[in-house]
């Protein structure tokens, strides 16, 4: 039952955010409250999707037997929680880095600079590290893969844009101040637009898989390497999730589990034999403990594989705090 709770509370919370607390206190016209509601009533929909599906999932996991059950790995019982000093406000992506260990790297989405934060597992923000030659035109999702970091301009609301983005360039270190050595990835759909929030890097073969938010069911598309680095390439469907609004995915260190996170619950998917990663990808799963955050939108596995991050844009909260799953 707290999972469906937690589940409705994942639609209530990003509609106030986004519809009623921009007015609230404020005098404004009856027209002007109808237009963001309308604007916001797509991203409600897809979120009651989220609700259904959930439910679905908690019913058939009261008929998993026990042996079944003890494939999700030993969580304690509430997450640890920590302030997040100073704020960072619109937290869209996240990576738990190598080069600087007991550090996340963390993206902001649009509008925002072309940068990263180094935050410690403490919360301290230690510092910022411009990306030259990079445009920050709605950032959505992060992966460290190698010794790579990837950033993801996959987002698209309005479902006008002509072409995506994918930054990648070695990891920094604690000592760096401008990343200039970014190389790019341009890419299409082959069906048009698409809003997308969330990809992975597959650590074998390199090849990239993208999911899509605001299809009725999120798709899954790939992007196969080697990449072009001059052209526009065409992202190839290679599949369908069985959960709509699908907002950040993590890879575990050894690629042998995946979290795909919605706003309301976080799947857990795992490599059987010697699937790929895109095949596991398209098969059965379990839910992971998650703690409802105010517009939770990142979420990746700790580096030493102890457990996994998530961290939320600030929404109406009058904080920011960074959550940790262990194992």
Known sequence: ????????????????????????????????????????????????????????????????????????????????????????????GIADSKTVPGHLWVQEDSGNPAQLYLLAHTGAVLKKISIKGAENRDWEDMALSGDRLYLADIGDNSKTAREYFIYHFKEPSAATETIRNVSVIRYQYPDGFHDAEAFLVDPKTKDILIFTKTDTLSRLYKL????????????????????????????????????????????????????SLEEYLLKDFTTLPYTIEPQGESVTFAAADSGYFTLSEKGLASAVQLYFYKR
């Open 224 to 275: 196969t390497y080697p990449y072009a680095s001059t052209s526009l390439t065409t992202a190839k469907l290679v599949g369908n999730l069985p959960h709509p609004y699908v907002v950040s995915a993590a890879l575990s260190p050894n690629g042998k589990e995946a979290i795909i996170k919605t706003y309301g619950a976080l799947y857990r998917y795992a490599q059987k034999a010697n699937e």
């Open 1 to 92: 039952m707290c999972c469906y709770l937690e589940a409705t509370s994942a639609v209530f919370l990003p509609f106030f955010y986004k519809v009623v607390a921009p007015i609230t206190g404020k005098r404004i016209c009856k027209q002007a409250f109808f237009t963001r509601f309308y604007e916001d009533f797509q991203m409600r929909t897809y979120l009651w999707l989220d609700i259904f599906f959930s439910f679905l999932l908690g019913l058939a996991g009261c008929q998993k037997s026990e042996e079944e059950a003890n494939v999700v790995p030993t969580q304690q019982v509430a997450p640890t929680k920590t302030l997040v000093t100073p704020m960072i406000q619109e937290a869209s």
